[in-house]
């Protein structure tokens, strides 16, 4: 079964605001990925993360890894209507039934309000 | 330009009949790979490849086939086995494992 949970499923924010989703494993995580899925499309790569504390830039999104590489968040400040979409985390289990290909979480639907 | 490329976009059968769905890539990725996407569901891994001629099951790959007999291709057949087949089903590639994916655009397929 999933091996990697998201939260939260859904959140809703008014435009300018901040958002997070958390991203949480019950075995440590080779790396962490992340991707966007605007409304009618296909995930879309962001970033990926492999060091124990590890934390990216890009603009005004956040990636974490954490220090027991078991977890991870990504922050968007100030979100816009263009940062609409599910993102999803996804992690390569060091012990996997899935083996050599990622487990996704089941994504935060991100919804911004004008 | 270089991309993954899957047909059909919509995909209507009946029950019981098998059918396949096409994944080619030009990106001269080695690593090739199915997931299923339902409401709710986030994406669940079926099949995956990470070389020519070999392919391992995923989390929920049974009612389902596949074969890589070219670096380009990966297809998918959902069989009638498949209890619960209707879903948008996504195909992705990859350089190696610790790269990230590409992603087709996806077949959303309805079995009624």
């Known amino acids: 079964g999933q091996q990697v949970m998201q939260i939260p499923q859904y959140q809703h924010v008014q435009e300018g605001e901040d958002f997070t989703t958390y991203c949480n494993s019950s075995t440590t995580l080779s790396n962490i990925q992340w991707y966007k899925q605007r409304p009618g499309g296909h995930p879309v790569f962001l970033i990926q993360?492999?060091?124990?504390?590890e934390v990216k830039k890009q603009k005004r999104l956040t990636f974490q890894f954490g220090e027991a590489k078991k977890n991870s968040s990504l922050h968007i400040t100030a979100t816009q209507t263009t940062d609409v979409g599910t993102y999803f985390c996804a992690g390569l289990l060091t012990n996997s039934n899935s083996g050599y290909a990622l487990n996704f979480g089941k994504g935060t639907s991100l919804l911004v309000t004008p | 330009d270089g991309g993954i490329t899957q047909s059909p976009k919509y995909l209507f059968r009946k029950e019981g009949q098998n059918v396949t769905l096409s994944c080619e890539q030009n990106?001269?990725?080695?690593?090739m790979y199915w997931y299923r996407q339902d409401p709710g569901q986030g994406l669940r891994l079926i099949y995956y490849?990470?070389?020519?001629?070999?392919?391992q099951k995923g989390d929920i790959a049974e009612g389902y086939s596949v074969s890589r007999e070219k670096k380009e291709s990966f297809p998918l057949t959902v069989t009638s086995a498949q209890k619960n087949p209707t879903a948008f089903y996504l195909c992705?590639?990859?350089?190696?494992?610790?790269?990230?994916?590409?992603f087709g655009s996806g077949t959303r397929l309805t079995v009624v």
């Open positions: 990106l001269n990725h080695d690593a």
């Open positions: 490849s990470q070389i020519v001629n070999d392919f």
């Open positions: 992705a590639s990859s350089p190696g494992q610790h790269y990230g994916y590409t």
């Open positions: 993360l492999v060091k124990s504390g």
